[in-house]
């Protein structure tokens, strides 16, 4: 039986993120930022997309509810893949209108890490932006178990069919091509004081020459730090009580394209773990916890900071 190397094989990936920076500012020049961030986008798209299996697609425009609100553009939309998941479509599908009810993760992309302040400011909208459109209940469809009537809205045929309560928080994530200005110590801080609260959600950083840093929540146990969503698969009713904080993890005594591997699979592992636990089987979620040593694995070099 033949092995495989996951250091080599997400070494490559993150090396066809940043060749896709390189195209992009090759292609756009100084002036032209749109040009800039298209290409890693898609990259970033593209990787996410092959790793969902049927169940989920990925897309980029905005999200909608159904009284009418809107967020902001979002570059990475994974959607559950369902008919009633899409409001509005362009015809060369450029950008999407997407219902709520259907979204499971967003994220954002950055070419690079430009000015620190504007794209943690920008990480908070967009997160703002998603929890607001989760507040208060889902809109129910009056339609599906009654009889249409001659005042009828095309509105209330296209309603969720629920009443119920928000449970399934959407994981929201940014992903930076390059540590540029970021002040990596002060991350955790910065990205409390603007408001974004540990959740499901964080924050990637690759950097060819530096390496990677992760900022995600975890949760200390009686094991230790535990990371991402499996903080929450893993979670037993009498840690309940312990405090989910932002952990930022860095690797020291490796080649940058190593640290941003490792960093780079261990993203994608939580992010594929929320998938799994979002939906359907959302109720049971340690359905799924044989991932958890995946995801608590760490390496002896690699370093926490609290």
């Known amino acids: 039986m033949d092995r495989y190397n996951p250091d080599e094989l997400y ?48 897309t980029q425009g905005h999200v909608v509810r159904a009284d009418g609100m809107k967020s902001g553009q979002m570059d990475v939309i994974i959607v559950r893949d369902v008919p009633a998941a899409t409001m509005h479509k362009t015809e060369k599908g450029e950008t999407e209108l997407v219902r709520v009810e259907w979204v499971a993760a967003v994220g954002e992309v950055k070419a690079s890490w430009a000015s620190h302040n504007d794209v943690i400011r920008s990480y908070g909208r967009m997160v703002g932006d998603m929890e607001t459109l989760q507040e208060g209940r889902l809109v129910e469809n009056k339609l599906r178990f009654g009889t249409m009537r001659d005042d009828s809205t095309v509105a209330e045929m296209t309603r969720p069919v629920t009443g119920r309560q928000w449970n399934n928080s959407c994981y929201a994530f940014l992903i930076a091509l390059g540590q540029g200005d970021c002040k990596v110590k002060h991350l955790e801080d910065d990205i409390r004081k603007k408001g974004i609260r540990p959740s499901d959600a964080s924050v990637l950083i690759l950097d060819q020459d530096k390496g990677a840093t992760l900022c995600i929540p975890g949760r ?3 094991k230790g730090a535990e990371l991402g969503v499996g903080a929450e698969v893993n979670l037993k009713s009498e840690d309940s009580s312990k405090k989910k904080s932002w952990v930022t993890i860095q690797e020291e005594g490796h080649e940058a394209s190593i640290s941003s591997a490792r960093l780079l699979h261990y993203f994608v592992t939580d992010l594929q773990l929320h998938l799994g636990t979002w939906f359907d089987e959302y109720s049971n979620p340690r359905h799924y916890s044989k991932l958890g040593p995946v995801l608590r694995h760490r390496h002896a070099r690699e370093k926490h900071s609290h």
């Open 220 to 222: 200390m146990g009686r």
């Open 11 to 58: 070494a490559a990936v993150a090396g066809e993120l940043f060749l896709s920076r390189r195209k992009a500012k090759a292609a756009g020049g100084r002036n032209n930022i749109r040009a800039k961030g298209d290409g890693p986008e898609q990259a970033v798209r593209d990787l996410i997309g092959s790793l969902l299996g049927g169940q989920y697609r990925v």
